[in-house]
T-cell receptor, first 116, second 110 residues
Framework: GAGVSQSPRYKVTKRGQDVALRCDPISGHVSLYWYRQALGQGPEFLTYFNYEAQQDKSGLPNDRFSAERPEGSISTLTIQRTEQRDSAMYRC??????????????FGQGTRLTVV | QKEVEQDPGPLSVPEGAIVSLNCTYS??????FMWYRQYSRKGPELLMY????GNKEDGRFTAQVDKSSKYISLFIRDSQPSDSATYLC??????????FGTGTSLTVIP
């Protein structure tokens, strides 16, 4: 596709349910980053991949959060046993490099997750 | 202390005004300094970036970095209603992740 695509655009889930958020990066992009953006806040780093390898998961808030990128393309961020505090916009970014540089970082439109 | 601090505003100015947006940071390892613009319900879009210190100008926009003070600024001259958006500063040391400010909401009134 022309840009980074995320799905679903909106997700409302009940507390305690598991959710899976999908990121489809720009074709051929090497690195993929997940960010979370709470209302009125800037994006906060969660984790990133180079190809299929998860390089840094230090930003994942707790063990309910996990991410994978099994074939080095599409990535899934999974939140188990969702809580209301997980409500936020989840953004994905990709880069053709193995690093995130300003001119080579492209952000998706995000998935708005609401836990009720 | 957060890595990057940014006044969330909101900021409201009349059309044609000069706008000054600022961020401070604590990590002296930051080398890339970026400004993103985010319209409502859209993803962040890169507006300008500076590597290391100094100034950069692009049309009505000027970005300044003062590493000695750990302070960066974005100036918008002759502001237009279309400039109304949230402006996010972001910084990076090695390209492995960006650290964002909270964003400043700007409204330019016609």
């Amino acid at each position: 596709g022309a840009g980074v695509s995320q799905s679903p655009r909106y997700k409302v889930t009940k507390r305690g349910q598991d959710v899976a958020l999908r990121c489809d990066p720009i074709s051929g992009h090497v690195s993929l980053y997940w960010y979370r953006q709470a209302l009125g806040q800037g994006p906060e780093f969660l984790t990133y991949f180079n190809y299929e390898a998860q390089q840094d998961k230090s930003g994942l808030p707790n063990d309910r959060f996990s991410a994978e990128r099994p074939e080095g393309s599409i990535s899934t961020l999974t939140i188990q046993r969702t809580e209301q505090r997980d409500s936020a916009m989840y953004r994905c970014a990709s880069s053709k490099l193995d690093r995130l540089l300003p001119t080579e970082a492209f952000f998706g439109q995000g998935t708005r997750l609401t836990v009720v | 202390q957060k890595e990057v601090e940014q006044d969330p505003g909101p900021l409201s100015v009349p059309e044609g005004a000069i706008v000054s947006l600022n961020c401070t940071y604590s990590n002296s390892a930051f080398q890339y300094f970026m400004w993103y613009r985010q319209y409502s319900r859209k993803g962040p879009e890169l507006l300008m970036y500076t590597y290391s210190s100094g100034n950069k100008e692009d049309g009505r926009f000027t970005a300044q970095v003062d590493k000695s003070s750990k302070y960066i600024s974005l100036f918008i001259r002759d502001s237009q209603p279309s400039d109304s958006a949230t402006y996010l500063c972001a910084m990076s040391a090695n390209g492995n992740q960006f650290y964002f400010g909270t964003g400043t909401s700007l409204t330019v009134i016609p």
